[in-house]
């Protein structure tokens, strides 16, 4: 019998199976590349998706693939991945010889770790890609550049330790992935994270993807469903807007903050060759749905030190 915590932490954990089958799918019809994603789904039993959500989850990647690529080109050398899921992005950016980070850390529920940690057990070209990978047990699997590792988000000094254990330094510039993740957890929790990220390291940089405009007709609709599925958007309602999401990182420490829909992020930050592929995977008629969703997802990036301030949500404004 699952505990309420094991019963709660399960169904977060079913939205990143779920987005791990729209990112699949996304990429079987060409959307985007991603050698590795297929490995994490089981690819027979996955439904074709709507148009809609593939080129949703496909902006999604592209906008923060270009973030890390900016984060690496400036001389950013760990990254630490919050309810990290089945993310492919430590496979996607070594594959391409692009990994010039020192650390790659991933942190989630124990459960989703156990699970991620026996699929890059099974397949060798996953190892392949882990210099000296080891397994430290069933929720912590390690490399020389590579950890993943079990725990729960809202309780910091966990993490802190686990970071220290896993050879962190504070020193080096480090960037934080948050994709609808903090919008699960309560403000103060959340707040503490991104408050000790940029107080922990020297220099920071925090991104994160969630919902907002819960009052909108459409927010009301989405908001209802995840609250129906048994994962409310905890802090939605504290962070309903743009402004507030920038206002909370610019509260909370970062010093340079940005923050933009996902129907401008498809505009500014996304290059022509990555639109050009979204366009020709599917026909697509259907604009003023895609309007009104992506005006209800935003991306927030904050930076603090100068090793990282010119980095942009702006990089090829169309």
Known sequence: ?????????????????????????????????????????????????????????STRVYAVRSLIRQFLEAGGKQIISLGAGYDTNYFHFKKEGLATWQNYYELDFPAVVHKKSITIQKNQELKDLIPNFTSLGPSEVVGDDYHLIGCDLRHLDKIESKLIEHKIDTKLPTLFLSECVLIYINTEDSGALIKWSNTFFTEAMFIIYEQINPTTPFGKMMVANLEERGVPLTSIKTYPSLASQKKRLEDLGYSHVESMTMLDIGRNLLSKEESAKIARAELFDEFEEWNMIQSHYCIVLGTTGTTLEKITLSLHPK
């Open 1 to 57: 019998e699952m505990s309420q915590v094991e019963g709660e932490q399960h169904l977060v954990a079913e939205t990143n199976d779920d987005a791990t089958e729209c990112k699949y799918w996304a990429t079987k019809v060409g959307y985007y590349t991603d050698d590795f994603v297929s490995l994490f789904v089981k690819t027979s039993q996955v439904q074709r998706k709507q148009p809609l959500i593939s080129k949703g989850y």
